[in-house]
């Protein structure tokens, strides 16, 4: 069964830091998808990254980075300059054939000024 | 237009009432998703809509009713439901499963509140 793990129940950062959120999973499929999603406290979710399992190169959206590491399922999320608009939950994700997204925990970020 | 919309944005309903919730997405999304999320936790997944019919249901009380009426609506039926109900119900859509790189698309969640 596919498990999502985020060890990380909260977070905080300085603004203008950098912060990493961790995110384990585990899998038997060779072709999968991850995801981060941030919900800030008006609720909405939306997708900050994503990353491709066949990639080795990690992914990057602006002062969001991955680091990847598909031997050890680890899909940890960097956020470079936090901003007071980052302070949100975030939501590792993981997707394989099939519809289903499976979600870990969540990591509440409180970014301080 | 990458957008789910979710109405109403707030509703309180008594536990004999009957309401629904209603989804929409014009992205020629396939897949389309209820989930029920509770304060500083993940989204439960609830109902998932494949082309347009029932693929997944996490064994979710009858008192939730799923309906698929066509591939850009998602409706939620409620009815005889209990104040533990009470949560944000977002709905979700996305590419089919022969889509696997594309992510899910939230609308803003719908807040229930039973009384």
């Known amino acids: 069964a596919q498990t999502v793990t985020q060890s990380q129940p909260e977070m905080s950062v300085q603004e203008a830091e950098t912060v990493t959120l961790s995110c384990t999973y585990d899998?038997?499929?060779?072709?999968?998808?991850l995801f981060w999603y941030k919900q800030p406290p008006s609720r909405q979710m939306i997708l900050v990254i994503r990353?491709?399992?066949?990639?080795?190169q990690n992914a990057t959206e602006n002062r969001f980075s991955v680091n990847f590491q598909k031997a050890a399922k680890s899909f940890s999320l960097k956020i470079s300059d936090s901003q007071l608009g980052d302070a949100a939950m975030y939501f590792c994700a993981y997707r394989a054939t099939g519809n289903q997204f499976y979600f870990g925990t969540g990591t509440s970020l409180t970014v301080i000024p | 237009d990458t957008e789910v919309t979710q109405t109403p944005k707030h509703l309180v309903m008594g536990m004999t009432n009957k309401k629904s919730l209603k989804c929409e997405q014009h992205m020629g999304h396939r897949a389309m998703y209820w989930y029920k999320q509770k304060a500083k936790k993940p989204p439960e997944l609830m109902f998932v809509?494949?082309?347009?019919?029932?693929?997944i249901n996490e064994s979710v009380p009858s008192r939730f009713s799923p309906e698929c009426p066509n591939s850009s609506l998602l409706n939620l039926h409620l009815h005889a439901l209990q104040p533990e109900d009470s949560a944000l119900y977002l709905c979700a859509s996305s590419q089919g499963e022969t889509s696997i790189f594309y992510e899910q698309y939230f609308g803003p969640g719908t807040r229930l509140t039973v009384t």
């Open positions: 899998t038997s499929e060779s072709d999968y998808y």
């Open positions: 990353q491709e399992a066949y990639k080795q």
């Open positions: 809509y494949s082309y347009e019919k029932l693929s």
